[in-house]
């Protein structure tokens, strides 16, 4: 479950603060981070920052080699296409992403500046641990779409450079690549023979079809039910015009999975087939896309339960895009549930460097913690998590789902609960009556078992939300009989079974131990504690 939310995801959250109250909690965030995780490495890129002693030329002389592209302005005068300048902002991030030579801080710790009332260029750069960022505005004016962009050292607060660059909305992705071919020459950035190659080739594609991707990407940053449902239809509409687009077809995958995982509206059986042909398709159509990569990757570790395959897509996508803070996040995810806790960790922070404001990834780095049995750095990152997001629902359940791994079921429930009271998807609703079961309270789990049916999807609850109830009641062999039904439902949640504690009582029954053998987990509890 804490791994369910997208990167876009994270960006649509983040967005709701203003600049200045965004800087207050990153300056904190920032410095626990550091603190948490070791100063050592973070640390260094922090350093990258020049201090108030230092000469500027001595500033100016460095070289640049890690950049945010901070949220592009739309000045179009239309409201209704600030989808448009968003897209943009985004796909001009995973240009500069694709050079090696770069480190490029993930859009959803960027567009936390979104927006007139940003914080000093230098304020933001150390805050996310960069030399340099880019800032801009975007029209789109009938057939012609024109961005100017400026880059900015903010060790020294000096403009280096600025360009205006128009194509015709056909050639958009064209303009893309020049515009960060030129931040890479005025960066003296070298680039590789397939670096050069992917920058010179962009294809043109219909306006109308891109039109529609920028739409899907912009609903599946705001993922509600509602817009995923919408990125679905976008995301469809623009392969309709363009059968070849690669990223919307990865865009889907994405979609699908993450509705399966939630089965808000799909069930994890319908989801399964349509992610995973989505995201075969990107791959075939760009092998060099390290999105299509994370696509399948993910299809991979949450449907397949394929360690080796999922970590080899992983690894391939981290070689096309080393910035990528999603892949390192989800590596990581996928080495915690397997009992690798501390390539979990390494994999943590990386992805903590890459995007320092996301209030999902320090969520996902807690879990390597939790198992570790270090429940105070755990605790810590669950707390900046929720600083950064204070309506997001998942800290609070990560916070009691960390006492129960910590042997504390009764401090679950407080937690649990308030979670529940926030926006939140029905297998809150499930971990809430587990807790209330296993401390006894049986009328508070059979009161949440009610409330789960109205939850649910069709009125039917998940067999995976249901053996949680009734293993906190006590009754075993019905919670096993579930979890197998789980298997068979295409369930996303059963990687969990490996490493989580609340499973424990099954562990010495013969059905749990082939269910973990059908999950290759078989082995995972014993890595992680030897």
């Known amino acids: 479950a804490l791994s369910a939310v997208s990167p876009g995801e994270l960006a649509g959250r983040a967005g709701r603060s203003s600049g200045q109250r965004a800087l207050r909690l990153a300056l904190a965030v920032a410095a626990g981070i550091v603190i948490v995780l070791g100063a050592a490495h973070l640390g260094s890129r922090v350093g990258l920052v020049r201090s108030g002693g230092e000469a500027p030329t001595a500033a100016v002389a460095r070289p640049i080699r890690s950049i945010a592209v901070l949220p592009l302005d739309n000045y179009s005068g239309d409201p ?10 985004d796909e001009l991030n995973t240009q500069l992403a694709r050079i090696s030579q770069l480190r490029v ?4 710790s960027a567009m936390q500046f979104k927006g007139a009332n940003r914080p000093a260029t230098p304020e933001i750069a150390k805050v996310l641990g960069v030399d340099a960022v880019v800032e801009g505005s975007v029209v789109r004016a009938g057939d012609k779409i024109r961005i100017t962009a400026q880059l900015i050292d903010a060790r020294a607060d000096r403009h280096l450079w600025a360009q205006s660059f128009e194509r015709s909305s056909r050639d958009v992705l064209a303009l893309q690549d020049e515009l960060a071919s030129a931040i890479a020459r005025e960066i003296h950035a070298e680039l590789t023979p397939a670096e050069q190659s992917r920058l010179a080739s962009a294809p043109s594609v219909r306006p109308e079809a891109y039109d529609a991707y920028l739409r899907g990407r912009y609903f599946f940053n705001r993922p509600s039910d509602e817009n995923l449902q919408k990125a679905i239809a976008r995301f469809e509409e623009t392969i309709k015009l363009e059968p070849d687009f690669a990223p919307a077809y990865s865009g889907l995958s994405d979609v699908y999975l993450w ?25 075939e159509l760009d092998d060099a896309s390290a999105e299509a990569h994370t696509s399948l990757a993910n299809f991979k570790l949450w449907y397949e339960h394929d360690w080796a395959g999922c970590e080899s ?22 080495f915690a549930l397997q009992g690798r806790l501390d390539d979990a960790i390494a994999e943590g922070r990386s992805a903590l460097d890459l995007d320092p404001l996301s ?29 950064l997001d204070p309506a997001y629902f998942m800290p609070r359940w990560s916070a009691g789902w960390i006492e129960i791994q910590a ?8 937690p649990f609960r308030e979670a529940e009271a926030m926006e939140s998807p029905a297998y809150v609703t499930a971990w809430l009556a587990f807790a209330q079961g296993a401390t006894g309270d049986r009328a508070g789990a059979l009161a949440g078992l009610d409330r789960l049916k109205k939850k649910s999807l069709r009125g039917n609850p998940t067999a995976f939300d249901l053996a949680l109830v009734h293993l906190g009641l006590g009754d075993h062999d019905r919670a ?24 424990d009582p099954l562990r010495t029954e013969p059905r749990f131990v082939a269910l973990l053998r059908k999950l290759s987990l078989e082995k995972a509890r014993g890595e992680s504690d030897g």
């Open 80 to 89: 209704s296409q600030d989808y448009f300048a968003e897209g943009m902002t």
């Open 105 to 108: 801080i993930s859009r959803g």
């Open 259 to 283: 509705a399966g995982y939630n089965e808000g509206f799909l069930t994890s059986s319908e989801a399964k087939p349509r992610a995973k042909a989505a995201a075969l398709k990107a791959v």
């Open 313 to 334: 897509e992983y690894r391939r996508a981290l070689e096309l895009n080393a910035s990528y803070a999603y892949a390192h996040d989800q590596l990581g995810v996928a």
């Open 359 to 387: 209030p999902q990834i320090p969520l996902d780095a807690a879990v390597a913690f939790t198992w570790k049995k270090d429940f105070e750095t755990a605790r810590r990152l669950v707390a900046r998590a929720a600083e």
């Open 407 to 414: 042997g504390s079921v009764a401090g679950a429930v407080t």
């Open 480 to 503: 096993l009989d579930l979890l197998e039904q789980a298997l068979a439902d295409d369930s996303q949640m059963l990687g969990w079974l490996g490493e989580d504690r609340e499973f």
